[in-house]
């Protein structure tokens, strides 16, 4: 099945949800006959950017790679969804500049919520003083100021999440029409 | 029009003609509906490699990003063009272990060839002692030992160099055998 493509650009705090929700809309997708695919922080951070840090320089570096990258799949019908933290809003918006049907999706939960899951033990390290610049805790977080999704993960399912995405995706036109009955299940 | 994707891989010294056929062999199969991207040695360097050096291990590090790119853009059907020099035989192997339908192609050109082209003045700063570990000069290449295709630049023309490429992926099947009949006019 031949699409536009389109990024999905998830950003949000970690343990926001962003993986989860990425691997669920993947399954979806590729359900659907389209080419998907992931580019996850850490996958990243191993394959294209190890030896880059956590100043706002290097995560800005970081960025920029997993947007070219993005942009190379999505201008050539791939759906490509990426799951980084993302914290600075500039460069979200460089980003976007540089990407035809950019979705930016804000994974939007509490801290409290986020820490309270602290699923790799990250916040726990990060509040003893054992990860310095750790974003949340002490490293900013600059939340969206125009997400065309937003995703409350503390009271949404990951299925209703994905949903909204789905159906910001279909109405844009971003894939196949064909689907947009799926849409209206969307609880926002 | 759909297809399986390949990765086209260009390994040769500077100057040798790697970007020229590159280009003409984008041009070809683009005209022919397919989906092409090129990832350029220096376009790589600037958005996915900033900050690394011309060491053997930023030399590799900086392939495996490319082979990384490559493998996502051509598991989803498009053919990734690579023209970077990977002067190393065990990273070019490692690339290509991780990597579906890999096609090397070993752009050979003496070195006094290139040199006499010297297209960016590179190889005459090299000489002069300007440019440290400039590859042919003070720094080795490892010559494919059994690359698909090998074009002989200093005597194939372009399109004779871009023909044997096109012939190569036809006879694989990664690219439609529809057209299989262009690869009769190779000169090999």
């Given at each position: 099945?031949?699409?536009?493509?389109?990024?999905?650009?998830?950003?949000?705090l970690s343990?926001?949800?962003?993986?989860?929700?990425?691997?669920?809309?993947?399954?979806?997708?590729r359900a659907r006959g389209l080419k998907v695919e992931i580019l996850d922080g850490d996958v990243v951070r191993t394959n294209l950017s190890k030896g880059l840090g956590f100043s706002?320089?290097?995560r800005d570096t970081n960025i920029?790679?997993?947007g070219f990258v993005a942009d190379l799949l999505s201008r050539n019908g791939i759906v490509a969804i990426t799951?980084?933290?993302?914290?600075?809003?500039?460069?979200?918006?460089?980003?976007?500049?540089?990407?035809?049907r950019f979705i930016e999706v804000f994974v939007d939960a509490p801290l409290e919520v986020c820490e309270s899951r602290d699923v790799k033990g990250m916040y726990a390290k990060?509040?003893?003083?054992?990860?310095?610049?750790?974003?949340?805790?002490?490293?900013?977080?600059?939340?969206?100021?125009?997400a065309e999704v937003v995703c409350h993960t503390e009271r949404?399912?990951?299925?209703?999440?994905?949903?909204?995405?789905l159906a910001?995706?279909?109405?844009?036109?971003h894939i196949p029409s064909a689907y947009a009955a799926d849409g209206e299940r969307t609880v926002c």
């Open positions: 099945m031949e699409t536009l493509g389109a990024t999905v650009w998830l950003t949000g343990g926001s949800g962003k993986t989860t929700i990425a691997h669920k809309l993947l399954k979806v997708l706002k320089e290097d920029r790679r997993i799951a980084a933290i993302s914290p600075y809003r500039s460069v979200r918006g460089e980003v976007r500049e540089n990407t035809e990060a509040r003893r003083g054992e990860i310095k610049g750790f974003t949340g805790i002490d490293d900013p977080y600059e939340v969206p100021a125009a949404e399912t990951v299925d209703e999440s994905v949903e909204k995405i910001a995706l279909q109405a844009r036109g």
